[in-house]
């Protein structure tokens, strides 16, 4: 994406809301060769610039999920890092970090270059890969961090699995601090939830389907908790689901401990009544749980106590999920659905402000992992959002740019939708009227 | 717009044919040596059952009685819709070469009497079948004749024969009524 | 036009309390079939069953085999081990072929929970569950009612403890929808490890010593403990599960009243059931076996109750 040559983008007119900056009102932003040139109030149209109007939309810093599955390299059957890079830009993200459970796994430079790489070359969201923290994802190895890092790594995770080896995971956390990146944790007790399908709990008893019980998360999170207080490195739990979760990880930050915190759309607007009728569309790892957890978690994100919202966007071809429950893959796609679930479940119920769901989406994402963007400051990243945060739609997972159709909001009418984004000042993705 | 359904036979008419009924089964077989009443559910055991008790007064003799639920052994299974309520069939003691005289309230196409006679044969080989009916209404689809008819009447088609039987329906009577009305009528 | 339980048999947990009676109704006189010397009635002739297996079952397998053959409908035996993944050929594939083949009903037993409702959603022909994983038993719970029917009359107020591994049981998981759908009382006994964490949610009461349930029940139906659940390290042993929770004559003599005995089967003697309790005079559970026919026998033909489109072209008078 060449910077020169490129047209002024003006958007005018939009509500424009920046945490970063503590603004809100409506007004311009101007964009000029792929950054922010010009912030707020009523800019002029330069000559010969792109005129975007944004009137009654939301203009906001490009929105950034730090938890998906590309699946390339070893699965282009079900995504690449094209498909997903083009569905992330079709729910307004700029930029995703993709998590390294490929294969092989992204456990050295090569093949953190490689998936840096394609991203770029998709041109839609920017790619940001994670590497894994032991080598095949095995723990028992520690990956070359540092070179993975040199390579553009931006993050580090053993996500699908635990890191077992209380160990394994404070080296990492010791060791990452070098590079001043965050280790990521999929907290998950193994022998608690083995063979587990669901949630524990009165709806496994009547489906007859073993269940993962809250507890096998929340052992891991206090452990991680414990381990960053210990070594002073920073842990980012991914995907929390449970009311005590939340509850650890207030009592870690309480204590300045090092912890950040993320949350799925998912998880904060469905219960596992949603996987009556053995529906495989609502399975995946960490499971839906009850309408307490729930509660909990959209307290944490108004409160801090969870830092991000994130999707954990994971493709399945149709016949894996086409199914006996308990042999179905985990997982359920989310970049095109999560702006909407997010105003429809927070924002429209007022759990949270603009503001803040802005700040979960875009600024806290870019500051946690120490990505560029997260903010419309002049001279930053032109990566910039625009959204409707009210106009309702139902989903048709037909129309995804994601190869995966894995999504349990298939029919659902939801409130808010991306509207355009901007990468780079390039309009990278514009919603059909 | 409603008729009143035709009377056929009263109570006490019902009476007297069900002796005479009575009558033409024990000359038919000679006395009661291995004769075997069934009724057919269900108002074919309410008659089996009165018949049975004339002939207790008669003879002296209580002549054994079976009840056959021809429901499993219909033609019209695959295409009657909902599952037609099964009654129990209980058949006393074996019913090789003993003489069965099937009772019915109304003969009319015939098709139950041939399950009736499918079904028997499963459960052995009588010496000879006879059949005594209360009603006969014609309109016969299949080859099956009554050995011993109460009354031959002549209906119309998709008219309807009520019989009522003390037992069940709380008075006796044979009506004729046209399809649109409910079982009802009057003695 | 669909029959009174509607196109399949999936699970007790949806039927209601009038559809249950009508199966309990339909199968009291057909017991009377197994009782002739030609044991058969025509009503299903021309009918194709298959029987598909996904796991070892002689007991299950030998009584909806019995009640096919005696309703005259041609039976057909699928055996598999294993889910999808391991066979190779997935459950939809299995179920689309043998459509093609144009058969009228599927009995499926399956390893996984949800396998028949999975298998009815897919295919035409009726779907019987003969077990599902830990999910239902139907025709299990079917036949446990009837025998506790024709011993107690009405099930109203009537007080039946379930006994065992109820957290892997699809059996006490149907007999615990069918009891409380008549009205019965209902309790579970076993060791806590063994019951689901959430239990009482679905209107049962729980008994921690075998004592209490005994003191407690009209009727025992006691499970199966499989060799499993102590190598998973559930329980310890074999030993100490009969010391803490064996029905054994000792503790029902000290019972204040005569007690039903039930067992799916099949026994661990000496296990979950003592032989002289197995054996003794309170226990059904070889009328368990024999109602068990005649329940399979009411559901093939409550659910075999006419095609629409047959009726339709019937009147219509084209054969």
Redesign the interface.
């Known amino acids: 994406m060449s910077a020169a040559n490129m047209r002024d983008l003006l958007l005018k007119g939009g509500r424009v809301v920046d945490p970063s900056q503590g603004l809100d009102a409506v007004g311009d932003v101007l964009l000029r060769n792929g950054k922010i040139e010009a912030c707020g109030g009523a800019l002029g149209t330069p000559d010969g610039a792109e005129v975007m109007d944004c009137s009654g939309l939301v203009v906001s810093p490009g929105m950034i999920d730090v938890h998906v599955h590309l699946r390339e390299p070893g699965r282009e059957d079900v995504e690449t890092i094209k498909t997903g890079a083009h569905s992330a830009a079709a729910g307004g993200f700029t930029g995703v970090c993709a998590m390294p459970n490929t294969k092989p796994v992204t456990d050295n430079q090569a093949t953190v270059g490689f998936v840096k790489r394609q991203g770029e070359a998709a041109g839609y969201a920017r790619v940001y890969p994670y590497g894994a923290i032991s080598l095949g994802q095995k723990g028992e190895t520690l990956a070359e961090l540092g070179e993975m890092v040199g390579a553009g790594a931006v993050a580090f995770s053993d996500d699908g699995r635990p890191v077992e080896s209380a160990h394994l995971m404070r080296t990492a956390l010791e060791y990452a601090r070098t590079f001043n990146v965050p280790v990521a944790e999929h907290c998950e007790d193994m022998s608690l939830a083995r063979g587990g399908s669901m949630n524990e709990g009165v709806m496994s008893a009547r489906l007859g389907l073993k269940g993962i019980p809250a507890e096998a998360e929340e052992i891991y999170v206090i452990r991680d908790i414990l381990l960053a207080k210990r070594t002073g490195g920073h842990i980012h739990m991914c995907h929390l689901s449970t009311r005590g979760s939340v509850e650890l990880v207030r009592w870690g930050k309480e204590r300045g401990i090092h912890v950040t915190a993320e949350v799925c759309s998912h998880h904060i607007s469905l219960t596992e009544d949603e996987v009556e009728g053995y529906n495989t569309n609502a399975k995946m790892n960490p499971p839906l749980r009850t309408q307490s957890d729930i509660d909990a978690l959209q307290e944490g994100l108004a409160d801090g106590t969870i830092d991000l919202l994130v999707t954990d966007h994971a493709p399945h071809h149709y016949d894996e999920k086409e199914r006996e429950f308990a042999d179905a893959p985990n997982g359920i796609v989310g970049l095109e659905t999560a702006l909407g679930v997010n105003c429809t479940w927070l924002l429209k119920t007022g759990v949270l402000t603009m503001t803040q769901l802005v700040n979960a989406m875009s600024c806290l994402p870019a500051k946690v992992f120490h990505l560029p963007g997260g903010t419309l400051s002049a001279g930053s990243l032109g990566d910039v959002t625009v959204f409707d945060p009210v106009r309702e739609w139902t989903v048709n997972a037909a129309d995804f740019k994601s190869k995966g159709r894995n999504t349990p909001y298939g029919g659902r009418k939801l409130f808010g939708q991306a509207r355009a984004t901007v990468v780079g000042g390039h309009v990278v993705y514009r919603a059909p009227s | 717009m409603s008729k009143k359904p035709t009377i056929v036979l009263d109570a006490r008419a019902v009476d007297r044919t069900l002796r005479r009924m009575a009558d033409q089964i024990l000359e038919l077989n000679d006395g009661t040596d291995r004769l075997i009443i069934v009724g057919i559910l269900r108002r074919g055991v309410q008659l089996a059952d009165r018949i049975v008790k004339i002939i207790e007064t008669q003879e002296g003799v209580t002549v054994p009685r079976g009840a056959l ?1 021809i429901t ?2 219909r033609d019209d ?7 037609p ?6 058949l006393p003691w074996t019913i090789d070469g003993q003489r069965v005289v099937i009772v019915d309230d109304v003969l009319y196409t015939g098709r139950t009497i041939r399950a009736a006679l ?2 028997l044969a ?3 080989r009588p010496a000879r079948i006879a059949l005594a009916v209360l009603i006969d209404r014609g309109g016969r689809e299949l080859p099956i004749h009554a050995d011993i008819v109460g009354k031959r009447i002549d209906v119309v088609e998709g008219q309807r024969v009520d019989v009522f039987v003390e037992d069940l329906d709380g008075k006796e009577g044979v009506f004729v009524a046209d399809p649109a009305e409910p079982p009802s009528g009057d003695t | 036009m669909k029959g009174i339980l509607g196109k399949d048999l999936l699970g007790l947990e949806q039927l209601t309390a009038e559809q249950i009676n009508v199966v309990l109704d339909t199968a009291t006189p057909l017991k009377e079939i197994s009782l002739r010397q030609i044991k058969k009635v025509p009503t299903l002739r021309g009918m194709t069953i298959v029987n598909l297996f996904f796991e070892a079952s002689t007991r299950t397998r030998i009584s909806f085999e019995f009640a096919e053959k005696r309703l005259s409908a041609d039976t057909v035996n699928v055996a598999s081990t294993g889910s999808s993944v391991s066979k190779g050929e997935t459950l939809v594939d299995t179920a689309r072929n043998l459509e093609a083949m144009k058969i009228d009903m599927v009995v499926i037993r399956h390893p996984a929970s949800g396998a028949a409702q999975f298998l009815a959603e897919r295919i035409e022909s009726n779907v019987i569950n003969a077990g599902d994983g830990m999910h239902e038993h139907p025709t299990q719970g079917l036949l446990d009612l009837l025998t506790l029917r024709d011993r107690f009359g009405d099930l109203k107020g009537r007080r039946i403890c379930i006994v065992g591994d109820v957290l892997h049981s699809r059996v006490a998981r149907s007999n615990i929808w069918g009891l409380t759908k008549l009205g019965a009382e209902v309790a579970v006994c076993g060791p806590r490890s063994l019951l689901p964490n959430a239990i009482e949610e679905m209107g049962v009461k729980v008994f921690q010593r075998i004592e209490e349930a005994i003191e407690w029940a009209e009727a025992l139906n006691i499970l199966r403990l499989q060799l499993e659940r102590m190598e998973a390290g559930y329980i310890p042993s074999q030993r100490e599960y009969n010391r803490v929770f064996g029905v054994t004559r000792e503790r029902l003599e000290r019972a204040p009243r005569e007690l039903l005995i039930l067992h799916p089967g099949p026994m661990n003697r000496g296990v979950e059931i003592d032989s002289d309790v197995a054996d003794g005079p309170h226990s059904v559970i070889l009328d368990q076996v024999t109602n068990g026919v005649a329940i399979r026998m009411a559901v093939l033909y409550l659910l075999s109750g006419g095609r629409p489109e047959q009726a339709i072209v019937a009147k219509a008078g084209v054969v």
């Open positions: 639920d499993l052994y299974l695959q295409t009657v819709g909902p599952r309520v099964v009654g129990a069939t209980h499918d079904e499963d459960f052995g």
